[in-house]
């Protein structure tokens, strides 16, 4: 079946210009996750959604970052006035369920790869 | 707080010999230990996961993973590299203790392999 697909899988942008990041989740996934990889770091959590609500923000790295996630589908990662910092690959991964904790595998999808001019 | 560190950056194998990527983690309570690999252009791909029991654990792709709590290790193994196994490697480790879907990565080793 299909699975995790992000877009766009490439984004150029100006700093200061703001750059939305969609995530399509497995079908039927109600977990979605964000991290974001860098040259270097490694990959870093970002946010976490259980359906539509977020109960851990905690790896945001400023308000200049949010995301959302409506219908228990699609999530969306905005980031506003964007910085050259900011240039990343951003993973979006989906899993069936946290209930079941780390017993549900996290899926990946291929990431958009941000570069801030 | 847990972390993971992989201390091998790169590593180079020639096609046919063994392969070990280490893997230590930092963590209090009984860890959920993970390989992911990310070959080129791709996400990650689970390669094998431990949470409790037989220590040693087989997953995909010919791979294996020893979890060794006296050394806090969990070092990934394969007999025999394939040229197709060049690709990055990342272990991650779970909080079983806490929030129960945040993985903490480390910072990957890049696998090489020459013909």
């Known amino acids: 079946g299909a699975g995790v697909s992000q877009s766009p899988s490439n984004k150029v942008t100006e700093k200061g210009k703001d750059v939305e990041l969609r995530c399509d989740p497995i079908?039927?996934?109600?977990?979605l996750y964000w991290y974001r990889q860098s040259l270097g770091q490694g990959l870093e959590f970002l946010i976490y959604?259980?359906?539509?609500?977020?109960?851990?923000k905690s790896g945001l790295p400023s308000d200049r970052f949010s995301a959302e996630r409506t219908g228990g589908s699609v999530s969306t990662l905005t980031i506003q006035r964007t910085q050259q910092e900011d240039s990343a690959v951003y993973l979006c991964?989906?899993?069936?369920?946290?209930?079941?904790?780390?017993?549900?595998?996290?899926?990946f999808g291929p990431g958009t790869r941000l570069l801030v001019l | 707080a847990q972390s993971v560190t992989q201390p091998d950056i790169h590593i180079t194998v020639s096609e046919g010999a063994s392969l070990e990527l280490r893997c230590n983690y930092s963590y209090g309570a009984t860890p959920y230990l993970f390989w992911y690999v990310q070959s080129p252009g791709q996400g990650l791909q689970l390669l094998l996961k431990y949470f409790s029991g037989d220590t040693l654990v087989q997953g995909i792709k010919g791979f294996e993973a020893e979890f060794k709590r006296s050394q806090s290790s969990f070092n990934l193994r394969k007999p025999s590299v394939h040229w197709s196994d060049a690709a990055e490697y990342f272990c991650a480790v779970g909080n079983s203790g806490g929030s129960n879907y945040k993985l903490t990565f480390g910072k990957g080793t890049l696998l090489t392999v020459n013909p």
């Open positions: 079908s039927g996934h109600t977990a």
């Open positions: 991964a989906s899993s069936l369920a946290t209930a079941g904790g780390f017993q549900e595998t996290q899926y």
């Open positions: 959604f259980q359906g539509n609500s977020a109960p851990d």
